[in-house]
């Protein structure tokens, strides 16, 4: 109980509290500004969290990406332009609905469906890492070799492309991993003999260049996006409490899918709300309504990435392997900050532990009244020109890689990984895939090549004991799945629903 | 930069093939099977089979077309226009080079006054964001965050 008095203590903390507030508007505004997402917002956050206490740290990255996640709906309903890519699966139902003349319902249900997903989520992951903290107390190198092989094939699985390219990308951030002499071995490998690869290629310069750069690339080749028409809303909650009624069911299966996603290392946010918004169509009792400005999905869907959210810290915090892009950055933050990721912070560290779960409720019920500031103000947000936000997202990107080792080097590896990361999108490959390969590739390594030794190159050790037998399982089903389907397809069974 | 699969899965097959290749002629760790090399090989092989699937087009028929914004207005599309989204990268490096001799506030301005001009700001807009977004930009690292941004010929006079 002391320990829950004491995490108040920190929260509570004025430079907490200030960092929650400022965060959270940050994360509002980036969020709804399309083409920004999420996953960007935090990357740029990180030089910040440098200069904060541990939990002022964690409090920025949690407010600030369940916030994007939120406002990233306010474009796509009003816009058709999904302002995070975890609000696409349902922009144009979201936009139907506008056109409807039902906008504050939309914009409505996703503020407040997001917020309870967020809630829910967080309930999961006080339940269950204390739990499997209990479990992952006895793995060994054999365990976290295929855990970290299966949040991998997770993030390959879950990419909406070719299963072939998203393996792909996951090798190529693999084989950026092996750069530097951070292998077992200590040796040198693929430096060129240049001194600033030696050390590596740290996850932050290439998720910025790859999530941030990227964006301002592709803003260079493409043409603004409309601008918003002024327009005055009524109430926003109104009508929620009867819309969570009646979608009860639906809402507590969009948590629970949210959830598993989110546990699920590798898969995040975006997955949650497609497969969400699937399943919502696929069980709800008027299908054929979907598409036309229907709430039922957006109910469901609205839970579930802001869910998944939450429960993508379950891995990261117990194993070091990301449930998603925006946690694997969270990650470094913690290993920055002394928080070492694995069981141990949970009986080490309870007192952080239960200050995070706090800022979790905290920033999902502040995202209420600061979500409806923040729709009433979007006209005027969305109406910045691109030209006056491109330039100094360029900037930060530049200045945040010159921070986090004032290092000019980084500068020009965020340049690379941008032509890398516009490159590979163009093409179909997906970059989150990349990025979390870049992420693990250490960690696989580092596993892998121990459990090879300590079972003098033999395989069936890693199959033997029961947890790593279940978990091999898995993973090869995940890598096998693609075929499964394509045989399916093949041998004329109807196209599955991707 | 919309490249075919043949090209994209032909370079990885050479990546790969380099990878697999320069990761086998890394030293062994004396007594042990496996050293720096193994994951490096593996890697680069795995790299290998992708590629040459992707380049035979195998698993397309997974890819979910997507519904891609209007490419850039036909009026403005020039041969050099689609050079236009090295900009960035270009001004990364530049930053790179002259931040040091020039100093953070002048390399700054340029850079966000190249984007917002090639983004078709007028000058009305493009000029004072250049005047004033460095300046926050300084002050918040600089002054907020004590990161040692190079001051060069222009000094910032706090």
Redesign the interface.
Known sequence: MNEVIEAFRLVAAPDVVIAIVASAIYGLVVGSLPGLSATMATALLVPVTFWLSPIAAIATIITASAMAIFSGDIPGCLLRIPGTPASAAYTDEAYAMTRKGQAEMALGAGLWFSAIGGIVGTLSLVLMAPLLAEMALSFSTFEYFWLAFLGLMCATLVARSSPIKAIASMLLGLLVSCIGMENPAGTPRFTFGLTDLLGGIEPIPALVGVFAVSEVMRAMATAEPPKLPDRKFGSILAGQWMLTKKYQWPMWRGNLIGIIIGVLPGAGADMAAWVSYAMSKKFSKEPEKFGTGHPEGLVEAGASNNASLASGWVPSLLFGIPGDTITAIAIGVLYMKGLNPGPTLFTENARSMYALYLIFIIANIIMIPLGIVMIRIASKVLRAPRASIMPVILLLCAVGAYATGNNLFSVLLVGAFGILGFVMERNGYPVAALVLGIVMGTMVEQNFITSLIKSDGDVMPFFERPVSAVLAAMTIGALLWPLGVWIWNRTGGRRLPA | ???S?RV?GGV?VV??GL?AW??SR??A?PG?????A???ML??S??VI??A??ALG???????PEGE?????PATASRFH?L??????????F??LA??PLGFLLT?GI??????W????SMR??VP??LV??VF?HLA?YK??????PDGVLPAPW
């Open positions: 930069m919309q490249l699969d994209t990885l990546l790969g990878a320069s990761g890394l030293p760790v042990q099977d496996v050293g720096p193994a994951f490096p890697i680069g795995g790299l992708c590629g699937l992707i195998i698993g397309r028929s997974f890819e979910v914004m209007p490419e850039d207005a689609g236009r989204v090295l900009i960035p990268p270009a001004l990364l490096l930053y790179m931040s040091e700054a850079m966000v006054f190249v984007v917002a090639a983004l078709g700001a807009l493009a964001l250049a977004a460095p930009v690292f907020l965050l004590r990161v040692p941004l």
